[in-house]
């Protein structure tokens, strides 16, 4: 063995020698270019602190993601060529990525779609509970409308009739929505699922076979039991004598029995007012629940207000002559000439001219009717109003200013007038008046005007 290694390696040094010296020839007597000598080895040199890092993640990630490497089969004693290991990495180098295309993607889109998976759960199973998804279900096969089921089912939640709708559409035509309901509703537990059937709403044919029961007998549990055996196709199978008596006990309360009518709304000028009702109503068969202690105190309070507001009608005249007296003007001395008053807490005026203007005087304005002497008047206008008597004897105010003017609590804006009485109360800014009328002066300026009138 030992002398064949031996033979093995001197065929294999001869053809080596003698290509170097074909090499060396050809660059010493030839007459082209000399070639320029290449190799396929890397430079070995010394690597720094982070390319080292890197070589051994690539190192890493190549021996976790790489493809399984087929080495050949060597036999014993036979080391291979550099021919042949360069063939090997050649072969290997061109292999490794179909292999990688093909090995590695099918785990990465299985690991994709793992992960979504959960989060459609997660969506579909908010607020719609497997509950909510057989309430629905039993509704529409019952009603087939989504409005009486809006208005009609107690879900777990308030869901707009748009959420409602929406949901029946994806329990119908989504695939996935419709599996995950179906398995959670398989889930619940039998009496759950039991309960909720029982909850499913009435159909319009099982109301007009219940209808056709009069409403002046007194049916039994034996009565809607028949029914069930009668029609067992039309009747849910959750539905029990006595849930039937109970639906046809509604329905005699509403009127919608067939041989009960409603009574029509009466027309015209018969329309029952609530006070002929209270008439109508016999108040003998009204339960008189009397509180006779509550009606002892009730009768005690009502002597004390009364005595007090006698007390303070009879003080009322004592306080009418400390305010006359304060203020000095019980009643005005109208002379000739003085057709009404406007009178104030501090000042009053009179008014002796058929129009006066009401205002806060200036240095280049005078006014008739100075309102800055009764108070503070910085809100009042220069020219706030005109006070005019008519010939019929009637006073107008006409407010000419930016605020209102209050007659009585009645509020006059800017550009409007009102009528003035005797003691109306004139209120400008803040600032109380009342307006007196000399009524005998007036009424002589009516009878002159009667008499003009006549003529």
Same mark, same amino acid.
């Given at each position: 063995?030992?002398a064949?290694?031996?033979?093995s390696?001197s065929e ?9 010296? #074909?090499r060396?020839?050809?660059?010493a ?12 080895r890397?430079?070995k040199?010394? !690597?720094?602190?982070d390319?080292? =890092?890197?070589?051994?993640? =690539? ?25 042949e290991?360069?063939? =090997? ?6 292999l ?11 785990p990465?889109?299985?690991?994709? @779609?793992?992960s ?12 719609? #509970? ?7 279900? $039993? ?24 959420? *409602?709708k ?10 996935? *929505?419709?599996?995950?309901a ?12 039991a309960?909720?059937?029982? #909850? ?15 409403s ?33 006990q509604l329905?005699?309360?509403y009127?919608l ?23 109508m109503v ?7 629940? /009397?509180?006779e ?6 009768? *005690? ?10 007390q ?5 005249? /004592? ?9 000095g ?7 000739n000439?003085?057709?009404?008053a406007?009178?104030?807490?501090? =000042? ?9 203007t ?15 002497l ?15 008597? !008519?010939? $019929? ?8 200013? /930016?605020?209102? *003017?209050?007659?009585?609590g ?8 009102? @009528?003035?009485?005797? $003691?109306?109360?004139?209120?400008i ?25 006549q003529?």
């Amino acid at each position: 063995m030992a002398a064949a290694g031996a033979q093995s390696r001197s065929e294999d040094e001869e053809p080596a020698g003698k290509k170097d010296l #074909k090499r060396t020839t050809t660059q010493a007597f030839g007459g082209g270019i000399p070639k320029r000598r290449s190799s396929s080895r890397s430079i070995k040199r010394k !690597k720094f602190d982070d390319e080292l =890092v890197e070589s051994s993640l =690539v190192k890493s990630s190549t021996r976790v993601k790489g493809p399984p490497v087929i080495e050949p089969i060597r036999c014993s004693g036979s080391e291979p060529s550099s021919n042949e290991k360069k063939k =090997v990495t050649k072969s290997s180098t061109t292999l490794t990525p179909p292999l990688t295309m093909v090995v590695t993607p099918p785990p990465i889109a299985k690991r994709v @779609k793992k992960s979504k998976q959960p989060l459609q759960i997660t969506k579909d199973l908010g607020r719609w #509970k497997p509950t909510d998804d057989l309430l629905l279900i $039993n509704a529409v096969l019952q009603t087939t409308d989504l409005t009486s089921v809006h208005l009609g089912v107690k879900f777990s939640c308030r869901f707009t009739f748009r959420e *409602i709708k929406e949901r029946w559409y994806a329990l119908l035509y989504d695939p996935v *929505i419709s599996k995950l309901a179906w398995q959670a509703m398989r889930q619940l537990h039998p009496e759950t699922i039991a309960a909720i059937q029982s #909850k499913a709403l009435f159909s319009q044919a099982e109301e007009a076979l219940l209808a056709k029961i009069g409403s002046t007998s007194q049916p039994k549990l034996e009565v809607f039991q028949e029914l069930l055996s009668k029609y067992p196709s039309v009747f849910h199978p959750s539905r029990t004598p006595k849930s039937l008596l109970v639906h046809w006990q509604l329905l005699k309360q509403y009127y919608l029995l067939e041989d009960q009518s409603v009574q029509p709304l009466p027309k015209g000028d018969q329309v029952l007012n609530f006070s002929d009702a209270e008439q109508m109503v016999d108040e003998a068969k009204l339960k008189d629940s /009397r509180d006779e202690v509550l009606e002892h105190e009730l009768m *005690i309070s009502d002597r004390h207000q009364k005595r007090e507001i006698r007390q303070l009608e009879q003080e009322l005249p /004592r306080w009418q002559v400390l305010v006359d007296s304060i203020t000095g003007m019980n009643v005005p001395d109208f002379d000739n000439q003085t057709l009404a008053a406007l009178r104030g807490r501090m =000042v009053r005026y009179l008014m002796r001219s058929r129009e006066i203007t009401l205002g806060r005087a200036t240095k280049d304005k005078q006014i008739d009717v100075d309102l800055s002497l009764e108070g503070p008047a910085w809100k009042i206008s220069r020219k706030q109003g005109i006070i005019k008597l !008519k010939n $019929n004897g009637d006073f107008f105010i006409a407010n000419e200013g /930016r605020r209102p *003017i209050y007659i009585d609590g009645r509020p006059v804006l800017s550009g409007n007038k009102w @009528k003035l009485n005797n $003691n109306s109360v004139v209120e400008i800014a803040g600032l109380r008046f009342v307006f007196l009328i000399n009524l005998e002066l007036i009424s002589l300026i009516k009878a002159e005007a009667a008499k003009m009138t006549q003529q």
